[in-house]
């Protein structure tokens, strides 16, 4: 079975920094893509950036140039760095894998659980 878990989310002022960590529970073999979801109270889950297998990364026009997806070289997390943090990013943020394989267990649509980020002062 495979397992993400987000962690990395908490309270932080506007214009600082938060990294978000998307662990998988081993080796990511093989994925299609991998997303980081956001989701506001009383707003509908939002794609705010993604990664490929080939290393393209997509973002959602309100964080460019804030927020940077990347993988760790040991391909078993995925990671969402986020600066210049704004009230307005306040939101659960989950990760989201596409046709992943880890070991023997392909997930065609995974989810963590989700961090909570808080930007207020």
């Known amino acids: 079975q495979v397992q993400l878990v987000e962690s990395g989310g908490g309270l932080v002022q506007p214009g600082g920094s938060l990294r978000l960590s998307c662990a998988a529970s081993?080796?990511?073999?093989?994925?299609?893509?991998v997303n980081w979801y956001r989701q506001a109270p009383g707003k509908e889950r939002e794609l705010v950036a993604t990664?490929?297998?080939?290393?393209?990364?997509n973002y959602v026009d309100s964080v460019k140039g804030r927020f940077t997806i990347s993988r760790n070289n040991a391909k078993t997390t995925v990671y969402l760095q986020m600066n210049s943090l704004k009230p307005e990013d306040t939101a659960v943020y989950y990760c989201?894998?596409?046709?992943?394989?880890?070991?023997?267990?392909?997930?065609?649509?995974?989810w963590g659980q989700g961090t909570q980020v808080t930007v207020s002062s």
């Open positions: 989201n894998g596409k046709d992943l394989i880890v070991g023997l267990f392909l997930c065609k649509d995974c």
């Open positions: 081993g080796i990511i073999s093989s994925f299609n893509r």
């Open positions: 990664i490929t297998s080939a290393g393209s990364t």
